[in-house]
Nanobody, 118 residues
């Protein structure tokens, strides 16, 4: 069974921080590009970051979010700092070929909720 499991979501105030984790079983994440996506109610799912041989960030999170991986633990992380209300969404990790669109990723986690509210 291939499984990606996100964790680390929760409720924070604007300006706060969260660290999301994506843990894999059944695959080795180092064999794939790993993307972090988010989806807010009524909006399209959008990629916020991706790590492969390189690292990319969406303009909206650049300078605030940091993606990293720990191959020994078969995990990928997303450190989110200076959170804004517009960052609130369900966050997903995905493994695949990499790119900006969801069709380029094969495996998906079920998501973790990030709420940013005063």
């Amino acid at each position: 069974q291939v499984q990606l499991v996100e964790s680390g979501g929760g409720l924070v105030h604007p300006g706060g921080s969260l660290k999301l984790s994506c843990a894999a079983s059944g695959i080795t994440l180092d064999d794939y590009a790993i993307g972090w996506f988010r989806q807010a109610p009524g909006k399209e799912r959008e990629r916020v970051s991706c790590i492969s041989g390189s690292i990319v960030y969406a303009d909206s999170v650049l300078g605030r979010f940091t993606i990293s991986r720990d191959n020994a633990r078969d995990s990928v992380f997303l450190q989110m700092n200076s959170l804004k209300t517009e960052d609130a969404a369900v966050y997903y990790c995905a493994a695949g070929r990499g790119g900006t669109t969801t069709d380029l990723y094969t495996y998906w986690g079920q998501g973790t909720q990030v709420t940013v509210s005063s």
